[in-house]
């Protein structure tokens, strides 16, 4: 028996609103199999498309870069024993409470959270624009 994608849960009339105030003119659509590759190649890969770094007319000041899609998210591998030893921390604002939560139990909960924050923390933190 085939496992099935998680359901969107989110607000879709929100979404689809957030979608409506991008300007999708000049913008493609890219889409990435996630299927045996290497979590950090990868996330490098969709970065600089999402940057516009991989087009001619990139200019550091101007957003061009393109949408992004990631297939199979479940099935990305990671090198060495960051399956076991990678550790993502959150705190959540009371005292004491620092959470945390290993690589293998983030997949088994949600593997597209684990590509959105590779992804993330390859991007700059500051546009100049």
Not at 67 to 86: E, F, H, P, Y
């Amino acid at each position: 028996m085939a496992a099935t994608a998680p359901a969107f849960t989110g607000n879709l009339k929100k979404a689809l609103a957030g979608l409506r105030r991008i300007n999708l003119d000049g913008l493609r659509w890219r889409v990435f199999d996630a299927k045996g590759q290497v979590l950090g190649r990868l996330a490098s890969q969709i970065a600089v498309v999402l940057q516009g770094k991989d087009k001619p007319t990139y200019a550091p000041h101007v957003e061009n870069g393109d949408m992004c899609i990631v297939l199979n998210a479940k099935d990305i591998s990671v090198t060495g024993r960051k399956m076991t030893d990678k550790i993502y921390y959150w705190h959540t604002g009371y005292v004491g409470h620092l959470k945390e939560r290993r690589l293998k139990d983030q997949m088994k909960k949600d593997p597209t959270e684990v590509i959105r924050k590779a992804v993330l923390r390859m991007l700059p933190l500051q546009q100049t624009a």
